[in-house]
């Protein structure tokens, strides 16, 4: 082989080799699982290239190989590592202020006229479930909260 067909066949190689090293770096910090397959369409041509086929045909399969495996694999991938949490907004959520005691600031009503509580000197948006409001000064406990708002009771 001349001193051209090393240059080249280097060339290749390398090309091949820095298309997966931004691959991995791309999938790193993105995790999109796209660059993933790039990169495995890039690791047949680096073999060919190594094995002295023709840059056309490593370029041929590095399409190929990409298409099929995006194609055929990524809806796999993208449902294994899918990371959805399942969150019932219909529940209260778990509140470290559940049954915190604090004093009413402004008159506590139903959901329709919320007041304003403080719990260890801090303000919060609030509501009771009780037929009548609870007037500024009262102390009253946390039952549940959604969000910020808290649900509270007399104590």
């Not at 995790?31 to 397959?37: C, E, I």
């Not at 007037?135 to 104590?155: C, R």
Request: charged share 15%; proline share 6%; with cysteine.
């Amino acid at each position: 082989m001349s001193t051209r067909g090393l240059i080249l066949r280097l060339v290749a190689i390398l090309f091949w080799l820095a298309i997966l090293l931004v691959c991995i770096f791309a999938e790193i910090h993105t995790q999109a699982f796209v660059a993933l397959f790039v990169g495995v369409g890039s690791i047949v041509a680096f073999f060919l290239a190594l094995a002295s086929v023709p840059f056309a045909v490593e370029a041929v399969v590095f399409v190929v190989v990409t298409a099929v495996t995006l194609a055929s694999l990524r809806p796999a991938v993208m449902r294994r590592f899918e990371h959805k949490p399942v969150v019932d907004l219909s529940t209260p959520a778990p509140s470290s202020l559940a049954n915190m005691t604090g004093f009413v600031e402004d008159a506590v009503g139903d959901e329709g006229h919320p007041g304003r509580v403080k719990i260890k000197g801090e303000s919060w948006r609030a509501v009771t479930e009780s037929p009548t409001p609870i007037s500024p000064g009262v102390q009253v406990k946390v039952t549940k909260a959604y969000g910020t708002t808290l649900w509270v009771e007399s104590v």
